[in-house]
């Protein structure tokens, strides 16, 4: 059982996830979103579930992980204080977060819901009222907590009033931030990567997203056995339409792409081609999740799913719908949206879809601190073991490995990240690979095993090096260096 939510996925005699919702469920889930979709023509979201009365009173686990998992090792509470100095845990992870980080984060989730100028402008007064007391030697915590709630006050009404629906979402975070170890010191410069909250950034100031595909994208999309655009249009106009459409977007043309995809559009309509319908709003949707437009982005992806019976494209769409909720932390939807993905998934026989779907399920609630997780994890590991994707099989045995550390399971982790090692290094995939070994490290460091950190952080340095990535390498150097310190 999922607390109610739903019902948990069930398996036939090919272990395939088959969808148990009825249809009509599914009519009111789609005249639910449709709704929602017709109701803001915002950048900023386009439907966001209100919160139960119980999750309202959770804590943000998103954020709380790291100093829940500090606090269970030493065996001691952590006394809240008004004003903190920065604290690490033996594997150097900070538990602080400093209020210029929440004042930048706050500015960015207005901009990415796409706050009218007034209302951003009030929001704003707060937010300078904040930052000149954090910017003072004596700063009044209780003055920048009030104004913080004041300017959380105005960004839920406007969702509220947008959505037709009750919103408490930036209030909900700013509440969890207040469970923090808060430095009320102004630092631009101390960034807490544990802590970075996952609002988009504004749609107006954001860099676009590279559109190319990543070189590790286990984590940044759904893995299926069939691409999306798998059939070319048989209507000679349409096709070329499309291909055209197709390399404006490589040629990293959004705008351009735009306006040849709705071209492609009204040629499909002319010719009664509703598949090749429903693949230009994937793409169309893509264009807009890659350029932070979400409120469009989900439009399209909704648009391409009415216009489909090919159920690949169907787990590609709500896959990607629930990644746009699950990036802004709206539990309900994106459990929803990855639970239709595994369901029709599970239809097409796409075991790397289903089992990516269900990882993502699980992380969820290993953020939430839900150890039911494990049983995610569990039927996402025996799909997987089904394909010969090498990387689902490492994102799951790293998922996992995730869950059994944020559990207080250190043994059960460090064999989970052996696993993923394994299949990261079968997949070729020398990033992955040093990650893994980094994250046994520094279970190793917390167990006060100096050698074993030492052996693993240095494989890890190995794969490390044979990426293009400085950070990951200067993080595990610096490790080391600091293990070095310790002998």
Request: no cysteine; proline share 3%; net charge negative.
């Amino acid at each position: 059982m999922l607390n109610g939510i739903f019902q948990r996925p069930y398996l036939n005699n090919n272990n395939l996830v088959k969808k148990k919702q009825d249809e009509e469920k599914n009519a009111q889930l789609t005249q639910r979103e449709q709704q929602a979709d017709q109701n803001s023509k915002s950048k900023g979201l386009q439907y966001i579930e209100p919160q139960s009365p119980k999750q309202e009173q959770q804590v943000d686990w998103r954020q709380m992980r790291s100093q829940i998992q500090a606090q269970a090792r030493n065996a001691q509470p952590t006394v809240q204080t008004e004003e903190v100095m920065p604290t690490k845990t033996l594997s150097g992870r900070s538990t602080v977060i400093n209020i210029a980080q929440i004042l930048k984060d706050f500015r960015n989730t207005a901009a990415a819901i796409g706050t009218p100028d007034n209302l951003k402008e009030e929001v704003e007064g707060y937010l300078v009222l904040v930052e000149k007391q954090v910017k003072k030697d004596d700063a009044n915590t209780k003055l920048v907590k009030s104004n913080l709630k004041n300017a959380s006050s105005i960004l839920d009404g406007y969702i509220s009033q947008t959505l037709n629906k009750d919103s408490k979402v930036v209030e909900n975070w700013v509440d969890a931030l207040f469970l923090q170890q808060i430095d009320f010191k102004y630092n631009e410069e101390e960034i807490n990567p544990q802590f970075l909250v996952k609002f988009p950034q504004g749609t107006e100031q954001a860099e676009p997203k590279t559109v190319e595909t990543p070189p590790e994208p286990v984590e940044q999309e759904i893995q299926t056995d069939a691409k999306v655009v798998s059939l070319i249009p048989q209507d000679k106009e349409l096709k070329s339409l499309f291909i055209q459409s197709k390399k404006l977007v490589y040629a990293n043309q959004p705008e351009k792409a735009i306006e040849a995809f709705e071209k492609a559009l009204h040629r499909a309509d002319e010719v009664g081609d509703n598949e090749t319908k429903s693949k230009i709003y994937y793409e169309v949707g893509k264009i807009y999740d890659d350029h932070s437009y979400f409120a469009e982005a989900l439009k399209s992806y909704h648009k391409s799913i009415q216009n489909t019976e090919d159920n690949n494209v169907k787990t590609k769409a709500h896959y990607s719908m629930a990644q746009i909720y699950d990036d802004v932390n709206q539990i309900k939807p994106a459990l929803n949206h990855y639970f239709s993905s595994a369901a029709f998934a599970g239809e097409a026989e796409n075991l790397s879809a289903q089992s990516t779907s269900l990882t993502k399920m699980g992380n969820i609630f290993t953020d939430m601190f839900d150890v039911q997780s494990i049983e995610y994890y569990d039927i996402a590991d025996g799909l997987a073991k089904q394909t010969d994707n090498a990387k689902v099989k490492g994102f799951v045995s790293s998922s996992l490995g995730s869950a059994y550390e944020t559990f207080g399971e250190p043994q059960k982790a460090l064999k989970a990240y052996s696993n993923a090692v394994k299949h990261y290094t079968d997949a070729n995939s020398p990033q992955k690979t040093a990650q893994n070994y980094l994250k046994a490290g520094d279970i190793m460091v917390e167990m006060s095993n100096v050698s074993k950190a030492k052996g693993l952080l240095t494989k890890a340095q190995t794969y490390a090096r044979r990426t293009d990535d400085i950070n990951l390498m200067n993080e595990i150097n610096d490790k080391l260096n600091s293990l070095e310190l310790l002998n």
